[in-house]
C-alpha cells in the first residue's frame, strides 16, 4: 500500500464521550508524529467551545462542525452520549457532506451512529462485547448486541477491528489502540513502522496479541 503523506485524523468528540476510545488512537498518532511529523490528529466538536466527555474531563476541540477540516479519516468514539448522538442531525449532515475518500471510522458504540444512519447496511462491523455491570444485570443491553437492534442490515463480527472499506469499526474501549494502529496501516505505513511505534509505547506484547484481530470485507 503507497504511504499517504500528511495523514489526518480528525476525532469526534461530544457529551460524555468515553475517554481512553478517543484518547487511545489520538496517543498512537502522538507517538506515531515522532517518525512521521507529517501525521496528525485533533478533535472536532460541534461548536467551537469546551467539550465534558466522560467522568468530567473537558477537552477543548481544534475545530467545530463549520470548520470542515480536511481529513482522511473521521472517527467516532463510544460512551453515554452515542445515545444522544444517534439523534444529531447535525452530526449525521457533517458525515454526509464528507468527501467519499474521508475513512469513516468508530470505536466501540460510536459504530452505532454509523448504524441508525444506515451507512452499515449489508457490512460487517463491531461494537464492545464485554458487559458492565449494568448491562449484565439485564437492565440493559450488551452494546453489540444493541448494534444488531440498531442496524439490522449490519452483520454483526466479533473481531476487534473490522475494515469493510470506507467504514472501519472497532470493538471495546481499549480497542482504540489497535484502531490507530490499523489507520497507520491504512495510511500505508509498514508493518516495520507500527511495530516501532508500538514498541516505543511500551505497547509491543499487546500489539502482537491483537494484531491478527482484524475482520477484512469480502
Known amino acids: 500500500m503507497p504511504h499517504h503523506p500528511g495523514f489526518r485524523l480528525g476525532i469526534y468528540v461530544f457529551k460524555d464521550a468515553e475517554i481512553i476510545d478517543y484518547a487511545a488512537p489520538h496517543g498512537v498518532f502522538s507517538v506515531a508524529r515522532r517518525l512521521d511529523p507529517e501525521l496528525e490528529a485533533f478533535l472536532i466538536a460541534d461548536a467551537a467551545r469546551p467539550?465534558?466527555?466522560?467522568?468530567?474531563?473537558?477537552?477543548l476541540p481544534n475545530y467545530s462542525f463549520a470548520d470542515r477540516p480536511a481529513m482522511d479519516a473521521f472517527l467516532?468514539?463510544?460512551?453515554?452520549g452515542t445515545r444522544q448522538e444517534m439523534h444529531n442531525r447535525r452530526l449525521h449532515e457533517f458525515i454526509r457532506a464528507l468527501p467519499a475518500e474521508t475513512l469513516l471510522t468508530s470505536v466501540c458504540t460510536g459504530s452505532?451512529?454509523?448504524?441508525?444512519m444506515g451507512l452499515l447496511?449489508?457490512?460487517p462491523a463491531t461494537n464492545r462485547k464485554?458487559?458492565?455491570?449494568?448491562?449484565a444485570s439485564g437492565a440493559g443491553m450488551v452494546p453489540i448486541d444493541r448494534l444488531a437492534k440498531i442496524?439490522?442490515?449490519c452483520r454483526i463480527s466479533r473481531a476487534r477491528v473490522?475494515?469493510?472499506?470506507?467504514?472501519?469499526t472497532a470493538g471495546g474501549i481499549a480497542s482504540g489502540m489497535e484502531m490507530g494502529f490499523h489507520l497507520l496501516r491504512r495510511a500505508g505505513y509498514g508493518e516495520d513502522f507500527i511495530t516501532e511505534v508500538?514498541?516505543?509505547?511500551?505497547?509491543?506484547?499487546?500489539y502482537e496479541a491483537y494484531r491478527g484481530d482484524i475482520e477484512y470485507a469480502a
Open 112 to 116: 452505532w451512529i454509523y448504524g441508525a
Open 151 to 153: 442496524a439490522p442490515a
Open 121 to 123: 447496511d449489508g457490512l
Open 51 to 59: 467539550v465534558q466527555t466522560q467522568a468530567g474531563f473537558t477537552v
Open 198 to 206: 508500538a514498541r516505543v509505547m511500551e505497547y509491543a506484547q499487546a
Open 162 to 168: 473490522v475494515d469493510a472499506g470506507r467504514i472501519v
Open 76 to 80: 467516532i468514539p463510544g460512551g453515554f
Open 130 to 135: 464485554e458487559p458492565d455491570r449494568l448491562e
